[in-house]
């Protein structure tokens, strides 16, 4: 009778959390049909989703009878999603042609990160989701907050908030500058390079910098690549400073867990930096598959984290590290600007 009980509990158990996986899976294919609506396409399907499981969490409150399986979605799937991230960077290509692009891009993510933080505390706003906003917008987007959001020991919530206040913002920007492209001195190329250094993430660059032929595209993306590949060198300087934070503060017992998805992120970019296309070819088809792959299973985590934000929460704590964030995209915007 025990044995039967504790297979019970135990089926159960799958279940439910089973039922918590296909929850999040649920909203984020709801989320990938609304983001089809005109006017919400340029929204993106990651937004989309964030908007409905925050509002479900308002409504309804948190399912918590399926918490494991949303928390797997929120954990393990966001890590799985970072490590198939990594096959967008071509190493390869930010070595040999975007060098100087590099140089820029670095300065970029300096200046996004502490001009947000400078910001934050001028405006007395909260300064994990501040910080959270400031790495976003000077390397790529959710996938950095993602990223970073383990080592920096943050709240899930700030997580998907800073994740949802991201993806609409950037796409704001994005199609402000695919509005005021015609009208500005800018070559196409020039304009690519704009796109590239000043935008958010890599949805974001292919918005703006499509309107302006390949070329543009081609060196948007390859600046927003850079970006892209100095999240890992950024993480480990985040790693420690934590540890120094920590040795210094009050909480010296606190062991920062080093982020192993970062080392598949980068084994999946040299592998599609150096092995596909050379020793083994995939159709295009098929990758183009991987890629909405992992921008769903992204969705996905970004679900399980956003059933825990409040709108109560979202008012107050929001407000003030958007408008950091926002001042300090401007001011990016027009920095890269005048000195393309």
């Not at 999040?24 to 993106?44: Q, R």
């Not at 969490?57 to 991230?85: D, N, V």
């Not at 015609?182 to 993430?201: A, D």
Request: glycine share 10%; hydrophobic share 55%; proline share 3%.
């Amino acid at each position: 009778m025990n044995i039967l009980l504790a297979q019970y509990k135990k089926t159960s158990a799958t279940v439910l959390w089973l039922g918590g996986i296909g929850f999040t899976f649920m909203i984020a294919w709801l989320g990938f049909e609304v983001s089809k609506i005109p006017g919400l396409d340029h929204v993106g399907q990651l937004a989309c989703a964030i908007i409905i499981a925050v509002f479900y969490r308002q409504i309804w409150g948190y399912p918590e009878k399926i918490r494991t399986g949303i928390q797997f979605s929120a954990k393990r799937l966001l890590r799985l999603a970072i490590i198939l991230f990594g096959l967008k960077l071509n190493i390869d290509v930010v070595l040999h042609q975007g060098l100087g692009l590099l140089i820029r891009d670095v300065g970029t993510i300096v200046f996004s990160i502490f001009l947000t933080i400078w910001l934050a505390k001028l405006f007395k706003a909260d300064a994990s989701l501040s910080l959270l906003l400031g790495i976003g917008t000077g390397v790529c987007g959710a996938a950095a907050i993602a990223a970073v959001s383990p080592i920096l020991k943050v709240k899930d919530e700030d997580t998907a908030m800073g994740a949802g206040i991201i993806a609409l913002v950037g796409t704001v920007f994005a199609i402000t500058y695919t509005i005021l492209r015609p009208f500005l001195p800018l070559t196409n190329i020039q304009y690519g390079i704009w796109s590239g250094v000043g935008l958010h993430e890599i949805a974001h660059v292919a918005l703006a910098g499509a309107p302006a032929g390949q070329d543009a595209l081609a060196i948007a993306l390859l600046a927003k690549l850079g970006r892209v590949f100095l999240l890992v060198p950024l993480s480990f300087i985040l790693m420690y400073w934590m540890k120094c934070k920590n040795k210094i503060g009050s909480h010296s017992d606190v062991k920062i867990e080093f982020p192993w998805f970062l080392l598949g992120f980068v084994i999946m970019s040299l592998f599609g930096s150096y092995i596909l296309g050379h020793f083994i070819m995939i159709p295009t088809g098929l990758m183009n598959k991987v890629s909405f792959f992992t921008s769903f299973i992204l969705t996905m985590a970004m679900i399980g984290l956003g059933l825990n934000v409040s709108l109560k929460d979202l008012r107050t704590k929001a407000l003030r590290p958007l408008l950091a964030m926002t001042i300090t995209s401007v001011l990016l915007s027009v920095i890269t600007y005048f000195t393309i």
